[in-house]
């Protein structure tokens, strides 16, 4: 069970799953995006202010398979409330399969399963034609062989978007709040942040650049890297310069969308790809890519990337607006 705790509690907190993207599209432009405009539900996980009246009696549904034998599923479902208003509530599943169990003394103690639920309401409301405020509150239930534990977060985002210029600009703090409920005598953080965020179209063409910058709470993220490059036993030396901190809080996006039925996302996370320069077979860390499909009654999307060596995630999600039946 100790193994099992320091796999969990990487940075202090057994929370970190909030910060794996629920929806494909944020997944393809490199797993965090707060301000793509679109009228796609499983995306507003991401900031609450993009939710809007738009996307009344939409809902959605998402599967991600995991590292391993994890395996995430979410589903959320939008109404609008008024004019300049709207809610949504949802509930994402993360389930990290069968565990072995093991007392002090190292002897075993047979199987369990592990699991995290979360569930959330959020509500978002336009100040004027351009600007929206959001409000996303989570409850989140932990449950660890005999261990469970429950807390509660909130998302704060606003967004400002000017249709003339297809320019989005977004502010988001996320996963403010704490346990209300512990492991037994152990207190988990959660995995509190601040975010900024940038999308717009390019002159000329059916292309959208989307820059965030995240981890805003904390200048310094150093890393180590080999100082050999062509040598896996190399040692390791310390990466900490202002150029790579930099970067490191940084997220590239780029969509191609011919029409507003189609598009193809590519993304880039400098953070996960230097994560894993230590390691061989990392040749694609840090790069994402996905696609989406609209048509009259569905909305289809998919994502992969290589956030860890340990292999390649792919999530795909669906959503429909229940008018259209």
Known sequence: MATFWTARAQDGTAYNYLNIPTSSHAYALGGVNISV???????????????GPEVDMQAGVGYMRYLGSSNFMSARFAKEAGEHAAWSAGIT???????????????????????????????SHDFNDRLRGGINMK???SNYEQYNAFAIAADLGINYYNPDKDLSLSAVVKNLGGQVKRFEDHYDRLPWDVQLGYSQSLKGGPFR????AHGLTKWHLPYYKLKDSNDTHSELVKE??????????????????????????LGYNHKTKTDMATFARNF?????????LKS??????????????GGFTFMVNLSTNIYEF
């Open 93 to 123: 599943y993360f389930g990290y399969g069968s565990m072995r169990g093991m007392d002090q003394t190292g002897a075993e103690t047979g199987s369990f399963n592990v699991s995290d639920i979360a569930f959330s309401g959020m509500y």
């Open 296 to 309: 009259s009654k569905f909305r289809v999307g998919v994502a992969m990337a290589q956030p860890h060596t």
């Open 240 to 265: 900490d310069k202002f150029m790579s901190n930099l970067f490191r809080h940084l997220i590239f996006g780029l969509d191609y969308a011919p029409s507003d039925k189609f598009y193809v996302a």
């Open 209 to 212: 650049l989307s820059i965030t």
């Open 37 to 51: 405009v679109d009228d796609d539900i499983n995306l507003y996980e991401q900031n609450p202010a993009l939710l």
């Open 139 to 141: 409850f989140l239930y």
């Open 284 to 292: 694609i860390s840090g790069f994402s890519m996905g696609a989406g």
